[in-house]
């Protein structure tokens, strides 16, 4: 069994014969030696293999070797007498399992672009930017799970397919198995869905939300992380279709208790990535976002300023720069204002609460002032909200009310509306998008980078 190259990284030398294996990073000749970086994916840093070229039958198998090629060396593992790593592999043999000319092969030893990467989305993966934003992704979705499963949240799997007309119009995908070409209509001229594989018009979910309720109202703290679609038709560096949400809801508690565990839970899971993605962190500090561990290090440190809405409104009002968007109260903050928020006004993140009724969802609990809802917005530096909740409505007649003033078909809501009419409590959640953090901690400037196979408009590549 080949050892990784992260474990032997930390090993100490031995007489012991091992195996690793890999694909080359770069290849050095000198007179009587060839070098290898080889990388197995297991950490950003390569594993150093010295080849004595002098031995008989080994010039061919070198010769076939270039970046990219993926091989197989066998050696023991010194001490190493470069000043870039403690050890390196003293081969006995080695074996090229695939060649990887260097007249095609798209990644050579440079600087490639992140638009260039993307489109050979197939390789991006072996570069140590993307290499290292899979090993955080992957540690901060571990993070992510660990820190519900300690405090006992049930995880929650949310339909993907949703046939509920719950989620609001626009920026949805259908799912249908309607021929496109000869749609059946109905006698008014409209679809005929009644005839589509559900019976009914379906869509792809938008959130978890409202069914995580359901659980919630049931098993108390419940939580969901699956993917979410939106048919964003925004060009974003922040927005693509498919993307990860993180969505807790929590019965029998208040905004609150939602705010204490929205910044807990940011808090836990920028401290475990640090902790566990070390030499990653620290390749995003140097390379990506200048000093970006630090600063995750001091967000983990202090707590996190809150503001109503209405405060926030007046210090953007009072703020000596002009914004794209003019502020006055009630109006929905822009990314811009966001921005000025974190970094001018709180020096940090954010949670503005409070919002106007007319800029928030439906199922926001109504405070007593009539005009704004408990809805809180965790803002961060250089990304702006990178949480959105609420408390929800958990009065019957306050909801019947906000949904039909919203315009809203209150058949479609029956069963969310039963959970206000059988043991209601009061009930809290919020909806992260996992790449939004990602980004945030990488310091990654697009969230196409983020994600392995990004889907954008246009985009579907991979
Ligand atoms: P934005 O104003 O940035 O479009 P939103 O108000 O549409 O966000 P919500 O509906 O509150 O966002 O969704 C919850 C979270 O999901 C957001 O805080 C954000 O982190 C993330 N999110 C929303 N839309 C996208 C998207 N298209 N791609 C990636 N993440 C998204
Ligand atoms: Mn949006």
Known sequence: ???????????????????????????RDSKNFCFFELNDGSSLKNL????????????EEIDRVST??????????????????????????????????????????KRHSFEFLREIAHLRPRTNTLGAVARVRNAMSMAIHNFFQERGF?????????????????EMFQVTTLPLDAVPKNEAGR????????????????????????????????YTFGPTFRAENSNTSRHLAEFWMIEPEMAFCTLEGD????????????????????????????WVEKGIAESLQSIVEKPFVHMPYTDAVRE??????????????????????????????????????????????????LNDDEKTVRAMDVLVPRLGEIIGGSERENRYDLLLDRIRTMGLNE??????????????????????????VIQYVTGMQNIRDVIPFPRTVGSAEF
């Open 48 to 59: 150093q293999i010295v080849l004595d070229k002098t031995t008989e039958d080994i010039s």
């Open 191 to 222: 679809v005929d869905y009644a005839r589509d594989f559900f019976g009914k018009q379906a869509n792809l979910t938008v959130s978890g939300q409202l069914e995580a309720e359901i659980y919630a109202l049931a098993l108390k703290n419940v």
């Open 68 to 109: 990219g090629a993926s091989v197989v060396f066998t050696g023991i593992l010194v001490e190493s007498p470069g000043k870039n790593q403690s050890v390196e592999l003293q081969a006995k043999s080695i074996e090229v399992l695939g060649e990887a000319p260097a007249e095609s092969y798209p990644l050579q030893k």
């Open 1 to 27: 069994m080949a050892q990784r190259i992260s474990h032997l990284l930390q090993a100490d030398p031995s007489d012991t014969l091992i195996t690793v294996e890999g694909w080359v990073r770069t290849k």
């Open 411 to 436: 058949k479609d809501y029956w069963w969310y509306l039963d959970l206000r009419r059988y043991g209601s409590v009061p009930h809290a959640g919020f909806g992260l998008g996992f790449e939004r």
């Open 154 to 170: 049930l995880y929650i799997h949310t339909p993907i397919i949703s046939a509920s007309d719950c989620e609001g119009a626009g």
């Open 316 to 365: 953007l009002q009072k703020a000596p720069v002009t914004f794209d968007y003019p502020v006055s109260w009630g109006v929905d903050l822009q990314s811009e204002h966001e921005k000025y928020l974190t970094e001018q006004v709180c020096n940090g993140p954010v949670i503005v609460t409070d919002y106007p009724r007319e800029i928030k969802a439906f199922y926001m609990k």
């Open 259 to 286: 705010m204490r565990v929205a910044e807990d839970f940011l808090k836990s899971v920028f401290a475990e990535v640090l902790r566990v993605c070390t030499e990653d962190m620290e390749f995003f500090s140097k």
